[in-house]
């Protein structure tokens, strides 16, 4: 599930009354990242529930697709989690899945959320390029992802159009599949 629409957060009040935005940065995820993962999905996600197991069974399936955006202190303050997948299909929400797909021809881009503190400055962009950017080296064809929470225009400004796909219930009745070729 990806991202809820951006918002007004702490880090714009504090840019607007002059602090500086905090110093963050993309690193790949740890397994000691997932409780802090699991709250930033609890709190972005309310209506899709998705325990620690489900995390920590993506990050063991396809470790190089899992990323935190951290601070000096280290502590997570948002996340991405992609893996192969089939195109047109979604696992269902909080489950395990056993392995990667044979026949997977997309990488499905499952999840990326922000903690509330940081929404707003400008962190996603360059996960989703870095993304995007390591797919098409790899030789994938498209990124898939299921836009929940009205927010379909953030993903069609990073170059996603909605397509047609049965099965999008389980995510609720404004879900919408989308996909951006590479």
Partial sequence: MPEKK?????????????????????????KNDLDSVTQIAAASFPHHFEG????????ALNPGGCFVLTGGDGAPKGYLVAYPWRARSTPA??????????????????????????????????IIERLAQTARADGWPALALVAVNDAAPFWERRGFTVVEAP???DYGPDALYMVRTL
């Fill in 6 to 30: 951006q918002r007004a957060g702490a880090s714009d009040r504090a840019e607007s009354a002059g602090a500086a935005p905090p110093l963050l940065s993309w690193r790949p995820m740890r």
């Fill in 52 to 59: 620690r197991d489900c995390f920590e069974n993506r990050l």
């Fill in 93 to 126: 929400l909080n489950t395990l899945i056993e392995a990667i797909p044979a026949d997977a021809d997309v990488l499905y881009l499952h999840d990326l959320a922000l903690h509330p503190d940081v929404r707003g400055g400008g962190w996603t962009a360059p």
């Fill in 167 to 169: 099965g999008m219930a």
